[in-house]
């Protein structure tokens, strides 16, 4: 059961994280690759913690704190400086 879920999860990230290499590859505005890269690091969050559940150790638990603070961090910096930009 362990190994069919893991060969799933890792089949749906997969997925994703390509999905949102082509938006990031193909956004045609700096904020459909801000978007792009958002979702990317959220697909990473989300791996990382699916490795911690199927594997039973809280030991990423730092590493998802981690990552999700730079996530919203350069989220934040990131669209002030395309505000500042358009205008």
């Known amino acids: 059961m362990t190994t069919l879920l893991a060969v799933a999860l890792t ?3 997969s997925v994703t994280a390509l999905l949102a290499l082509a938006r990031i590859y193909r956004g045609p505005s700096l904020l459909d690759r801000i978007v792009g ?3 990317l690091l959220s697909t990473m969050l989300g791996a990382v913690g699916a490795e911690a559940a199927v594997n039973r150790h809280a030991t990423t ?3 998802l704190v981690v990552l999700s603070l730079l ?3 350069g989220s934040v910096a990131l669209v002030r400086f395309a505000v ?4």
């Open 61 to 63: 638990l730092p590493v």
């Open 11 to 13: 089949g749906l990230f």
């Open 71 to 73: 996530g919203f961090v």
């Open 84 to 87: 500042r930009e358009e205008v």
């Open 37 to 39: 890269a958002d979702l």
